[in-house]
């Protein structure tokens, strides 16, 4: 059979091509708008406090172990409060949550998310103080590592050299006792003497053994003093700082604005 080019073929030739022509172009259209849409979604804005009871119940658990210095309980808290209703005021105490628990490398992206939808410029110092604080903690356990990676000292010994001067500063005393008992011994053989050659030559013995007495004692307290100085002296070491939690004052109105003060 020869198929005949008729009018009526033309037309419906041309009503094919102008549907599919249509629908390449509905279907590029739409992933455009799907991407637009998701823009949108991005730069929205995040509520400031709880957005409804449900987030609001783990919020309030979060305050209370805060308050009571339970940072990793509260993190859990504010984590859970936050993905039941997304806020600027639940994200930031949770970071701040994780910092104070020891945990920055969980605490910088929840800081870096909070400045990004930050509204404030309060809000926005304040993450950038807890960022800032995260750095100074990892360049301290930096220095401690170093710190504990030096070998120790030979040279040096105050332990030992305290027992030295101390037992030296002990003998020194017991030999200023001794010499002044002998000196008491001499005083009284000086007041029995027959002669009067033999009570001068007592008294001075006495006078100078008195004197030997108190310079040996003298020098013996010094020395004990010394010792127990330098048996008492802290060694070197790094002990980990405290940490006070301090509500921090901002035009927000954010509930939880902790500051760790290191």
Same mark, same amino acid.
């Given at each position: 059979?020869?198929?005949?080019? *008729? ?8 009503r094919?091509? *102008?549907?599919?022509?249509?629908c390449?172009?509905f ?5 455009k708008?799907s991407?637009s849409?998701a $823009?949108? /979604? ?8 709880p957005?409804?009871?449900?987030? %609001?119940?783990p919020?309030?658990?979060? #305050? ?6 339970r =940072? ?5 808290? @504010?984590?859970?409060? @936050?993905?039941l209703?997304a ?8 970071? %701040? ?5 020891? $945990?920055? /490398?969980a605490a910088?992206? &929840?800081? %870096?998310? =909070?400045?990004? #939808? *930050? ?16 750095e /100074? ?11 504990r ?12 050299w305290?027992?030295? #001067?101390?037992?030296?500063?002990l003998? &020194? ?7 002044? !008992? ?8 000086? +007041? ?7 009570h001068?030559?007592?008294r ?11 310079a040996?004692g003298s ?16 060694? /070197?070491?790094?002990?980990a +700082?405290?940490?006070?939690?301090a509500? !921090?004052?901002n ?6 604005a902790?500051?760790?003060? =290191?």
């Amino acid at each position: 059979m020869i198929k005949q080019d *008729s009018p009526s073929a033309r037309r419906s030739l041309g009503r094919v091509a *102008s549907l599919t022509l249509f629908c390449f172009a509905f279907t590029c259209a739409c992933p455009k708008r799907s991407w637009s849409q998701a $823009r949108d /979604e991005a730069v929205q804005p995040m509520p400031q406090n709880p957005p409804n009871t449900q987030a %609001q119940a783990p919020f309030d658990v979060g #305050v209370g172990h805060a308050q009571a210095r339970r =940072f990793a309980e509260a993190a859990q808290a @504010f984590s859970q409060s @936050f993905s039941l209703g997304a806020n600027r005021a639940a994200l930031f105490a949770w970071a %701040q949550s994780q910092r104070l628990a020891g $945990r920055c /490398e969980a605490a910088v992206p &929840l800081y %870096q998310r =909070f400045v990004a #939808v *930050s509204e404030q410029p309060e809000e926005t110092q304040a993450a950038k103080i807890g960022l800032r604080r995260c750095e /100074e903690t990892e360049l301290r356990q930096q220095q401690i590592v170093q710190t504990r990676s030096r070998p120790p000292a030979t040279t040096s010994q105050p332990h030992a050299w305290a027992l030295a #001067v101390t037992s030296g500063g002990l003998a &020194l005393i017991t030999a200023g006792a001794i010499v002044a !008992l002998v000196s008491e011994t001499e005083r009284r053989a000086a +007041n029995r003497a027959s002669t009067y050659e033999d009570h001068r030559a007592a008294r001075g013995r006495a006078e100078t053994q008195r004197w030997a007495a108190l310079a040996a004692g003298s020098a013996g307290v010094a020395a004990l003093a010394v010792g127990l100085w330098l048996y008492a002296r802290p060694e /070197e070491d790094i002990t980990a +700082n405290g940490v006070s939690v301090a509500p !921090l004052p901002n035009g927000s109105g954010l509930l939880m604005a902790w500051q760790g003060m =290191f």
